[in-house]
DNA sequence: TGGCTGATGCGA
DNA sequence: CGCATCAGCCAA
């Protein structure tokens, strides 16, 4: 089943990021069917997190979709290499964003290999969310994609995965977040190998 | 096996 | 100027 609309405006961000471990991420770009289970996230709360692009509401040509109602996609260029691919939840107004950082690749593994430039399928085929995007296909043309539609979506396929497998550990090279980057904001399957970092 | 570094574009 | 990254390099 398709990820309602409903899902994505819920409040609170971080329960959201957590939901998405076991949930699929799916694109249909450039006519190719690329996909797999997210296996890691990250949580970006708004104007009272140091380490979210619409700190203190900030309002920008780059963050103005953040305040965009939940279940649009937020694509933005880091280290002028690599977009990473952030869902909006919340209502309109409230700018907050889950990083998807990792997926288990399942579906067009071959289309998959060929835009990363490998042979044979390791675990960094998808694992970080810079390398995740170029294997999907996802750029900054997909800035405000509605991921109700048929470009970029997610679905449940009924798995749950069990709170004893779930980490929660502080998010990753957000340093300059001061306090902020202490919150345990970053989820992942433990044990799972198509995570991005130990 | 782990730490360091360069690549590279744009937002603030 | 520094960043929600990654791969390649070199020392050990």
Redesign the pocket.
Known sequence: MKLPREFYTRPNVVQIAQELLGKYLYTTIDGMLTGGMIVET?A?SGENDR????HLN?R????EI?YHEGGVA?V???????N???IITNIEGRAD???V??IEPEIGLEEMLLR?D?QTIKP?LT????????ALGIT?KHYGEDLTGNTIWLEDKGITIPDEKIMTVP???????GDDALLPWRFYVKGNKWV??K
């Open positions: 990250e970006y380490a979210c692009h619409a900030r920008t040509a780059r963050t953040m937020y933005y260029l880091v280290y002028g290499i690599y990473l691919f952030n964003a889950v990083l950082r990792a990363r490998m960094n694992a970080g969310p810079g390398v995740m995007s170029i900054r998010r990753i090279g957000i340093d300059y977040a991005s970092r």
